[in-house]
């Protein structure tokens, strides 16, 4: 077999993370979730450019799973990257997040998910490049509190969700397409 000069793999990642920023642009444009949907999205806490609360990136040092339902803040979607506010422990935290750092989006309304391969600037054992910023408060005029609960970020929870679907629920992983 040839090589693959063309880096199909690394094409299929972007266009996928480009499903995520897509959905996340929506929301913003129909000024909340439609339905029920809801988005649990996991990504590295450490990869370069994301920005968390100190006290979130002790408690999650690799990885955290956030959700998108009820009270978020401030989303914006950029080219790279999105921003959100949410609660912790009922404490409002900013949070800005590059699509290459994301390993998971799952939106468990209708069964969708997508597994990311880890970025190649984590698969060494990179420093931490984490920047720990102190928490955004949300700008009263511009926020929007979404109805119901604080935002979770729990990630057994996430991964119990995820793995309690029917067996119709699948996630998507580029690994399914290669030939063995």
């Known amino acids: 077999m040839s090589q693959d000069l063309m880096n199909y793999e ?4 972007l266009a996928l993370r480009g499903v995520v920023r897509d959905a996340i642009r929506r929301v913003i444009r129909e000024d909340g979730l439609p339905g029920a949907h809801h988005f649990y999205i996991t990504f590295l806490t450490r990869y370069p450019g994301a920005e968390i609360d100190e ?10 799973t956030i959700v ?4 978020f803040w ?6 790279d990257e999105f921003e959100v506010t949410l609660k912790f422990g009922g404490i409002p935290k900013y949070l800005k997040v590059p699509y290459h750092a994301i ?6 309304s209708v069964g969708f998910a997508l597994q990311f391969d880890p ?11 984490t ?3 102190p928490a955004k408060t949300p700008k009263p005029k511009t926020a929007k509190a979404k109805k119901g609960s604080d935002a979770k970020a729990d990630k057994p929870k996430a991964e119990e969700a995820e793995t309690t679907k029917e067996p119709a629920n699948k996630v998507v992983s580029l690994d399914a397409f290669r030939k063995k």
């Open 10 to 13: 690394q094409m299929t990642q």
């Open 55 to 64: 006290g979130l990136a002790k408690k999650y040092p690799e990885e955290i």
């Open 68 to 71: 998108l339902e009820h009270q």
């Open 74 to 79: 401030d989303l914006q979607a950029h080219a």
């Open 103 to 108: 390993t998971r989006f799952h939106d468990p």
């Open 119 to 129: 970025p190649k600037e984590m698969e060494t054992s990179a420093p931490d490049v």
């Open 131 to 133: 920047q720990i910023k």
